[in-house]
């Protein structure tokens, strides 16, 4: 299994970027997919996420209404829109995918494959 982010970059506060995740070596559309992040000095924390069917989508409060995720079973990929970046949303960026339940979707260990990650800056 491969999970290859990208799309992190620099950009200053109020900007937006789009992270996608192209996955390969499993069947996408069996699985739940999540973004996590870390910060420096940080541990990982949940972001975002979506169910197999695209459905159902879960946000984490610090994010939710500027963020968004989506996913393409037809082309296994899953993206992030992030909108009105803020300083405090400089991380590491991952994706992963797993065969989350909904108490266990917004959880580290609801899920097997982890990517890479992709390094988002946002400066002041």
């Known amino acids: 299994v491969q999970l290859q982010a990208s799309g992190g970059g620099l950009v200053q506060t109020g900007g937006s970027l789009r992270l996608s995740c192209a996955a390969s070596?499993?069947?996408?559309?069996?699985?739940?997919m999540g973004w996590f992040r870390q910060a420096p000095g940080k541990g990982r924390e949940f972001v975002a996420a979506?169910?197999?069917?695209?459905?159902?989508?879960y946000y984490a409060v610090a994010v939710k209404d500027r963020f968004a995720v989506s996913r393409d079973n037809a082309k296994n990929t899953v993206s992030l829109q992030l909108n009105s970046l803020r300083p405090e949303d400089t991380a590491v960026y991952y994706c992963?995918?797993?065969?989350?339940?909904?108490?266990?979707?917004?959880?580290?260990?609801?899920?097997?494959?982890w990517g890479q990650g992709t390094l988002v800056t946002v400066s002041s």
């Open positions: 992963a995918a797993g065969r989350a339940i909904v108490s266990t979707i917004t959880t580290l260990g609801g899920y097997t494959f």
């Open positions: 979506i169910k197999p069917n695209g459905g159902s989508t």
């Open positions: 070596g499993l069947s996408f559309s069996s699985y739940s």
